[in-house]
């Protein structure tokens, strides 16, 4: 009711409220009155969700009331998915409500007739608000709302979201000035809290491992004793592992499903449809089950593994029983130790009503260029009025004129120092200084890489004689020998052979089945659930809630060594199997302990300590070594984030990735496109190559300071490293032990180790190249004995290789946070 | 004999030397292979002017790419003062490619190529000998028992043959490290690209392993020195040929 009093008003509103409050129809229904009342032709409201799935589902839900009262209402979708013809009629005749995506929103502002399109627009719905916000579609979100603020001034916002810690930049996203105050908040309250529950195995806590499988049985049951269960994971490999062993033990034939984003579409709505009739008794979700659409009779959510954040936590939460007067049942199943605690943490943070969320950053300026090519393709503009129309949305509110122009001149004609792209350039500049697009090559293109997900290079998955079954990542097939199984979609796969377009496998097989790993899935620990963690870890008070072998866990590591403090850090050194391990209790998360890493073994390389190796779990940074490492205040001072860590940092594969992703989404290189001939890999390896030639001879050009900015938030998370490195300044404490201590344990057996190389490569590939030689007897000349010589050590195909190849994906694998 | 050590700037690079047809051919670390006994630098796949080819067609990728290339191939001719060069086709990413040399790039090449005999072997990419720069142009050039060509034939004997871009992944104990390389199997040798913008084909593709039936070598490129792993027999391709 609220919101039809902004409504009325006119004002721009931000409806908060928990998952399943029938939030979705009370954002229509201003529009809806207004419409009864006043019938017109043309587009009235647009509506714009994060997922076509919830799009069309919406559509739906609206067009039976709105036919059964014969209101005047025409009521259509958008998205990527849109027949050509019905996109045509859309156009001529648009519908009163039109129900779409961010892409396909980008899409219909770039064309010419925008202006009439959206002209009399009266309200904009977006949908799961906090999904978008502060992510690089919300800043392209943003920058359409901006459009379409010019377009029609008089459009109404309605931000539709979740519950949040903070709500004021998920109001500066939604306004249209990028001032919070001029959104209107309206919250309600939800109904009974969650009821936490903590499932431990049967038997031994187990010291590491994420997957949580040593609970299966106790999963079982729980299915078992409830009507329909949603069995949360965090990663695709996890749900194979899980979904497996659930079947093993489902001797009553349970029906369990399986859904998660790389299984083939047409599967993962067969999924979606049976659990919204009701025939399935659970389903194994990753991320692809956060949002969306209602799931008729959940009655429990089983989380498998930590949660990672207590908003997070609380989304998946509310999937249970969408009624606001019965509380939500929940179940967490933490996989280890650490988790435990985590766990713990989290429930407590829940039931005090508290939440995390990270500080809004500023919008991506690889999603500013394709912004800027698609207004380009609508309309000639004037610099000074885009300038001013996009820092009215709120991610780019502090856009510095200098970086606007720079990303205008790189759409313009790449924006590079050497003048050589004159008659090559997409823009023209008039005499009144309106720039025009030239030619229609540039609108095609910009169609071609619309988007700001850029998709790891995935590889179809089809059954010999029969049909696509999904994907996975083309990195993960490239480790594969005809013959190798994995688990995929619940069952074991052979694989064939490749072929131009799919991975041909057959079903069945024999031997350990792998399980494809899939880059970007892994969240990091939140920096707020993690200070909980710490406060919990330092203060014995505070165990009370931590089953027994955990408390009896940290009760020896109280003995043998030390807690790790709530503020200072805790850093313990020991020797073991000839080398020293220093285990340092950061609890930043995963990325930035991989680059806490790179950046404690640069400087420990620096003192001659010969640093081998180090691995980072969300909790602790591993480093070894073959010298005992000292000076602890030194090798975690503040001025290991210098000069030494810009060149170290240019080098990684980290910001390789990263600027792959900006030079994409920017256009400067080819989104892949199914069927074509290009493939990912080549793709990769020219960015490569691009990234090279631009760092040596521009290092100041606009995408290099996009990738870096991005980069110090994301992959690399250095802000957070910076934070961490200021806050234990003067307060680290160094345990020299004899032996490892309790809860360095967990670091000690994880898995995803990184390996200091940069100037190491060329090192280890002449040891390697020597071995090969001390193999082969030195045959330096090529004779007839080279076939057998070959065959005497294989480069692949014993398991001693295969070994190496794993740990080298392990290494390289891609990791990105797209969620 | 002893490898040949020169100095490229200040950094010692070692060549590796690979007998083939009785002769005795250096494989240099840059990526180059050189003749001795006939004075002869062979390059492949310079892809000259790439960027500006993308350019055109509205991907404006850095235009850099030339003097990039050019400043790493300069130096090989200064050092081995070839008598004859052989580049050994796709030397321009178009046949318009000559065209759009910038001035000083222009200079550059005429200035390095001068008492140089250029071979211009045809590639897919530049099927036309350069416009405006010197040297002879040729579909294919045969010297001594070898045979220079861009695309490598599915039999051959001497042949020394570009196009595929090979790369390799090597073992090691930190994991694979993969680098461009040089392909041999006593032969033939498949070069590596060149030029800046030139990505890679892994040597496992069918479409490099096919070439080499019994197995080979890869000599994978280091900033001194090669480093030499061998490569499977590889399968028949039937099915296709990347």
């Not at chain 1, 390896?685 to 040596?696: A, C």
């Amino acid at each position: 009711m609220a919101l039809l009093q902004a409504a009325q008003r006119g004002e721009h509103a931000l409806l908060l409220a928990p998952t399943g409050g029938g939030k979705t129809l009370a954002g229509f229904l201003p529009s809806l009155v207004d419409l009864a009342a006043n019938p017109r032709d043309g587009l009235h409201t647009l509506y714009i969700s994060p997922l076509k799935a919830l799009a069309v589902d919406i559509a739906r839900n609206l067009t039976l009331p709105v036919e059964q009262m014969a209101l005047p209402i025409r009521i259509e979708t958008r998205t990527g998915d849109t027949p050509v013809n019905r996109r045509a009629r859309q156009r001529e005749r648009p519908p009163q409500m039109l129900l779409t995506t961010p892409e396909s929103l980008t899409l219909l502002l770039s064309l010419p007739d925008a202006p009439a399109l959206f002209g009399g627009l009266g309200a904009i719905i977006v949908d799961e608000a906090h999904a978008l916000a502060g992510t690089k579609r919300g800043d392209q979100l943003a920058l359409c709302m901006s459009r379409l603020a010019t377009l029609a001034p008089g459009a109404r916002r309605v931000g539709l979201s979740a519950t949040v810690a903070h709500p004021e930049p998920l109001r500066a996203w939604l306004s249209p000035t990028a001032r919070p105050d001029d959104v209107r908040l309206i919250e309600t309250k939800g109904g009974a809290a969650p009821v936490f529950d903590l499932q431990l195995p049967e038997g031994r806590l187990p010291w590491g491992g994420h997957m949580g499988l040593a609970s299966a049985p106790e999963i079982y049951r729980r299915i078992e004793a409830a009507r329909v269960t949603i069995v949360f994971v965090n990663t695709r490999a996890q749900a194979e592992l899980v979904f497996a062993a659930l079947w093993r033990l489902n001797e009553a034939a349970l029906p369990i499903g399986m859904h998660h984003g790389s299984l083939e579409i047409g599967l993962r709505r067969k999924v979606e449809a049976a659990m919204a009739e009701g025939r399935l008794r659970a389903v194994v979700a990753t991320a692809s089950l956060d949002l969306g659409i209602d799931w008729g009779d959940v009655d429990q959510v089983v989380q498998v593994g930590a949660p990672k954040g207590v908003s997070r936590l609380l989304q998946r939460v509310g999937r249970a029983n969408h009624r606001m007067d019965e509380p939500s049942r929940a179940v967490l199943v933490p996989a280890n130790r650490f988790e435990v605690v985590e766990c713990v943490a989290a429930t407590e943070a829940a039931a005090a009503g508290e939440l995390d969320g990270e500080p809004p950053r500023p919008g991506g300026l690889d999603v500013l260029a394709q912004h800027v090519l698609a207004m380009a393709c609508s309309a000639p503009f004037h610099p000074d009025a885009l300038y001013t129309e996009v820092t009215r949305a709120g991610p780019y509110a502090a856009l510095a004129r200098r970086d606007f122009d720079d990303v205008v001149g790189f759409v313009e004609d790449g924006g590079y120092a050497l003048a050589a792209y004159d008659r090559f350039r997409r823009l023209f500049r008039d005499a009144e200084g309106m720039l025009h697009i030239r030619g229609q090559a540039a609108a095609r293109q910009l169609r071609m890489n619309l988007g700001t997900i850029v998709e790891t290079p995935m590889l179809k998955v089809r059954i010999r004689g029969g049909g696509v079954v999904g994907e996975v990542e083309e990195w993960f097939v490239s480790t594969l020998e005809p013959g190798d199984c994995f688990l995929f979609g619940g069952q074991v796969l052979r694989y064939e052979r490749l072929d131009p377009a799919a991975v041909i496998v057959s079903r069945g097989g024999e031997g350990e089945p792998r399980v494809p790993v899939y880059a970007g899935t892994r969240m990091p620990l939140t920096t707020y659930l993690a200070a909980r963690v710490r406060a919990i870890l330092s203060d014995p008070r505070r165990w009370t809630h931590l089953p027994e072998p955990v408390r009896e866990w940290l009760r020896l590591q109280r003995l043998k060594s030390e807690l790790p403090p709530r503020d200072g850090l805790l850093v313990e050194t020991f020797p073991r199997g000839g080398k020293w391990f220093l285990v340092a209790y950061t609890f930043e998360g995963r990325l930035a302990h991989q680059t806490l890493g790179m950046l404690v073994t640069k400087r420990m390389e620096r003192r001659g300590l010969g640093p081998l190796g180090y691995v980072g779990t969300d909790y602790v940074l591993t480093v070894w070594s073959a010298f005992p490492p000292t000076e602890m205040d030194d090798l975690f001072a503040e001025d290991i984030l210098g000069d030494e860590m810009e060149e170290w940092l240019a080098e990684s594969s980290m910001l390789r990735r990263t600027f792959r992703n900006v030079a994409t989404v920017a256009g400067l290189l080819e989104k892949k496109h199914p069927g074509q001939e290009k493939s990912g890999r080549q793709m990769t390896m020219n960015s490569d190559l691009i990234y090279d030639v631009l760092r040596r001879h521009q290092p100041d050009h606009i995408l290099l300071r996009a990738t870096r900015a991005e980069a110090a938030q994301g992959l690399t998370d250095v802000a957070r490293i910076a934070s961490l490195l200021a806050r234990v300044k003067g307060r680290i404490r160094h345990r020299a032990l004899d032996r490892v201590s309790p809860l360095a344990v967990p670091a000690l057996i994880e898995e995803g180790r990184e390996w200091v190389a940069g100037g190491a490569e060329d090192a280890l590939l002449a040891e390697a190249a020597a071995l090969v030689a001390d193999a082969t007897g030195g045959a330096e000349h090529f004779a007839e004995t080279l076939a057998e010589v070959t065959e005497a050590v294989p480069v692949r195909g014993t398991s001693v290789a295969r070994e190496k190849r794993r740990s080298k994906w392990r290494r390289s694998a891609p990791r990105m946070v797209t969620g | 004999m002893a490898a040949l050590g020169a100095a490229h700037g200040d950094r010692l690079m070692a060549a590796a030397p690979l007998h083939i047809a009785g002769e005795r051919l250096m494989l240099d670390p840059a990526g180059v292979l050189h003749w001795p006994a006939r004075r002869l630098m062979c390059v492949a796949d310079l892809h000259l002017e790439k960027g500006s080819a993308f350019a055109a067609r509205g991907r404006l990728l850095p235009p850099w790419d030339t003097r990039e290339t050019l400043a790493r191939l300069v130096p090989l001719l200064r050092l081995y003062r070839p008598r004859r060069v052989v580049f050994l086709g796709d030397s321009f990413h178009d046949d318009d490619g000559p065209s759009r040399l910038a001035a000083a790039d222009r200079a550059a090449v005429l200035h390095a190529l001068a008492g140089i005999e250029a071979v211009w072997v045809a590639g897919n990419h530049d099927p036309s000998p350069p416009a405006g720069l010197p040297g002879m142009a040729a579909a294919e050039h045969a010297e001594g028992p070898f045979v220079f060509r861009h695309v490598p034939a599915t039999r051959a004997k001497g042949e020394i043959a570009g196009h595929l871009h090979p790369k390799a992944a090597a073992p090691t104990r930190a994991g694979g490290i993969v680098r461009p390389c040089f392909v041999s199997d006593g032969a033939r040798v498949l070069m590596p690209a060149f030029g800046a913008f030139t990505g890679g084909l892994d040597v496992a593709d069918p479409a490099i392993a096919s070439l080499f039936p019994r197995g080979g070598r890869a000599f994978l490129l280091g900033p001194q020195r090669l480093y030499a792993f061998p490569l499977a027999p590889g399968r028949r391709a039937p099915a296709f040929s990347g």
